[in-house]
């Protein structure tokens, strides 16, 4: 039985070899095992806080086989950017420049470097080993997310965003950090985006405040600005299906969008319900129990945060749930309980 839960100390190793072998887009994840460990920390106590507002601590995830312990995707939210070190993002600029001489009327685009001190909560850092991929797992480990938010509103900021993987060539080179940040940083792209997730200094110290304007970077760069990588299309439009829209702030180092939705505007965030167990059963409920049985999204706060994907029975007029044993045993659920669940779109 699949599990997605709160990642645990013990799970360093596991979660160390899944990470590894993260392809080389993938820049959050590419940490070195200390480096690891001390995020694992900080989620741990990221789920232990009762404290009444968010910091800019990671929520981590990870999907567990627990018949076999297999570790076999994770994702995260950081429940606040900004902080002690500012987060940074190119905000794209119009401006009109006018030459009553010339007679000449031009509106312009510049990138300029932006710091936001108190920002919103972020989605990100999401992996699935590619064996698992196309069986609802990416999803899950995706939806999971905002029903974590939708259970704990007080820990996460009033917007979310989501910084989408931007273009790369064949070979992985990443033309935009080629032609601006490349400029600057002696360092390679998946060194300074791997980095960044740890410490943000060497942005402060190397990178320029000075606006670059679009009309001096080649069209093959100006063209890729504010778009994503092929891979990551169908996350963009799985987010935007959930409320989530453009911004006018790219990434620094590849030039992806940021997208962005108010918190309680996420339609999976408002699809999130708080029910009460009925009863459960031997079996997974089927058809011909009351109401409807469908698979959905199931949550408890068993270990911080636990969650199954099973197929589950809400009577229409009381709201109630019937579980199966199984998922009611790994939720840590009883009758009475609480659950939350996560309804379809």
Same mark, same amino acid.
């Given at each position: 039985?699949?599990?997605?839960?709160a990642?645990?100390?013990?799970d360093?190793d596991a979660?160390?070899?899944l990470?590894?072998?993260?392809?080389?887009?993938l820049?959050?994840?590419?940490l070195?095992?200390?480096?690891l460990?001390?995020r694992?920390?900080?989620s741990?106590?990221?789920?232990?806080?009762?404290g009444p507002?968010?910091?800019?601590?990671p929520?981590?995830l990870v999907?567990v086989n627990q018949?076999t312990?297999e570790?076999a995707g994770?994702s995260?939210?950081y429940?606040?950017?900004?902080g002690?070190?500012?987060?940074?993002?190119?905000?794209? @600029?119009e401006?009109e420049?006018?030459? /009553?001489q010339l007679?000449?009327?031009q509106?312009?685009?510049? #990138? $300029?470097?932006t710091? *936001?001190?108190?920002g919103?909560t972020?989605i990100g850092?999401?992996?699935l080993?590619?064996?698992?991929?196309?069986h609802?797992?990416?999803r899950w480990?995706?939806m999971a997310r905002?029903?974590?938010?939708a259970?704990?509103?007080?820990?996460f900021?009033d917007?979310v965003i989501a910084?989408?993987?931007?273009?790369a060539?064949k070979d992985?080179?990443?033309p935009?950090?080629?032609a601006?940040?490349?400029?600057?940083?002696?360092?390679?792209?998946?060194v300074?985006?791997a980095?960044s997730? @740890?410490?943000?200094?060497?942005i402060e /110290?190397?990178?320029?405040?000075s606006?670059i304007?679009?009309? #001096? $970077?080649p069209?093959? *760069?100006r063209?890729?600005?504010?778009?994503?990588h092929d891979?990551?299309?169908?996350a963009?439009a799985?987010l935007?299906?959930?409320?989530?829209?453009e911004?006018?702030f790219?990434d620094?180092f590849?030039?992806g969008?940021m997208?962005?939705?108010e918190?309680?505007?996420?339609?999976?965030?408002?699809?999130?319900r708080?029910?009460?167990v009925?009863?459960i059963?031997?079996?997974?409920?089927?058809?011909?129990e009351?109401?409807?049985?469908e698979?959905?999204i199931v949550c408890?706060?068993h270990?911080?945060f636990?969650?199954?994907?099973?197929?589950?029975?809400?009577?229409p007029?009381?709201?109630d749930v019937?579980?199966?044993?199984?998922s009611?045993?790994a939720?840590?659920?009883g009758?009475g309980s609480?659950c939350y669940?996560l309804?379809k779109?």
């Open positions: 039985m699949w599990v997605l839960r990642v645990r100390i013990d360093l979660l160390h070899d990470v590894k072998s993260a392809t080389r887009g820049t959050s994840l590419q070195k095992r200390d480096q460990l001390d694992i920390e900080h741990e106590f990221a789920f232990s806080r009762s507002s968010p910091r800019g601590e929520y981590v999907l018949q312990g570790l994770t995260t939210v429940a606040k950017t900004g002690y070190q500012p987060f940074y993002a190119y905000q794209l @600029v401006t420049h006018v030459s /009553e007679g000449v009327r509106r312009r685009q510049s #990138l $300029l470097l710091r *936001i001190h108190d919103p972020e850092s999401l992996f080993r590619g064996k698992y991929r196309g609802g797992f990416g480990l995706s905002f029903a974590l938010i259970m704990r509103p007080h820990r900021a917007r910084e989408m993987r931007g273009r060539d992985g080179t990443v935009f950090f080629e601006i940040a490349g400029k600057f940083m002696p360092i390679e792209f998946s300074a985006d980095l997730t @740890v410490s943000k200094q060497f /110290e190397l990178m320029p405040d606006p304007y679009l009309n #001096l $970077l069209s093959k *760069i063209d890729g600005i504010g778009q994503v891979e990551t299309v169908p963009l799985m935007k299906k959930e409320g989530f829209r911004t006018d790219v620094i590849d030039g969008p997208i962005s939705c918190t309680n505007q996420i339609k999976a965030v408002k699809r999130t708080e029910l009460t009925k009863s059963l031997v079996e997974e409920p089927s058809g011909s009351a109401g409807s049985s698979k959905h408890s706060t270990h911080g636990t969650s199954v994907y099973t197929t589950i029975s809400i009577d007029t009381t709201g019937t579980i199966d044993a199984a009611a045993e939720l840590q659920l009758i609480t669940v309804g779109s």
